[in-house]
């Protein structure tokens, strides 16, 4: 299968990549450390589907799963921000939370979900790379 250019797949070794489940809504790709969603252009990311991507991780982590979170944001997508508020009903939390953006719509959308995720700062890369060195899944 082919990934997009900017995808995780394609800027991390081969063994870094534990699991990829291609849903109809995207790829979730899991490395040691973090969850990573590449999601489709169009669709709009609400509870619904971030249950299917908990459930995922629950199975390959373990149900109190603390892991990083990466949004590698390669396609335009809506997501429900106050569909976070359900996350952290659940008492989960997160290592990190962080947004990989390749254009300005993507930005423009981060201040909207930051009056949301309450659990901390959502760390915005502009660079994957980086991303993947700030959660531990490369070398620095």
Same mark, same amino acid.
């Given at each position: 299968? %082919? !990934?997009?250019?900017?995808?995780?797949?394609?800027?991390?070794?081969?063994?870094?990549?534990?699991?990829?489940?291609?849903?109809?809504?995207?790829?979730?790709?899991?490395?040691?450390?973090?969850? /990573?969603?590449?999601?489709?252009?169009?669709?709009?990311?609400?509870?619904? #589907?971030?249950?299917?991507?908990?459930?995922?991780?629950?199975?390959? @982590?373990?149900?109190?799963?603390? /892991?990083?979170?990466?949004?590698?944001?390669?396609?335009?997508?809506?997501? /429900?921000?106050?569909?976070?508020?359900? !996350? @952290?009903?659940?008492?989960?939390?997160?290592?990190? @939370?962080?947004?990989?953006?390749?254009?300005?719509?993507?930005?423009?959308?981060? %201040?909207?979900?930051?009056?949301?995720?309450?659990?901390?700062?959502?760390?915005?890369?502009?660079?994957? #790379?980086? %991303?993947?060195?700030?959660?531990?899944?490369?070398?620095?």
């Amino acid at each position: 299968m %082919a !990934f997009h250019p900017n995808s995780v797949v394609n800027s991390v070794p081969e063994n870094a990549i534990k699991q990829i489940h291609h849903l109809d809504f995207g790829d979730i790709i899991f490395l040691d450390k973090t969850i /990573v969603t590449e999601l489709n252009e169009g669709i709009i990311y609400g509870w619904e #589907k971030g249950s299917e991507v908990i459930a995922l991780a629950e199975k390959y @982590f373990g149900k109190d799963f603390y /892991v990083n979170y990466m949004s590698n944001r390669i396609n335009d997508y809506s997501v /429900v921000a106050q569909d976070w508020i359900k !996350f @952290f009903e659940e008492n989960r939390k997160l290592r990190s @939370f962080c947004i990989v953006t390749h254009n300005n719509i993507g930005t423009t959308n981060i %201040a909207i979900e930051r009056l949301f995720y309450k659990e901390g700062k959502i760390m915005h890369f502009t660079d994957l #790379k980086l %991303a993947l060195e700030y959660t531990g899944n490369l070398p620095v």
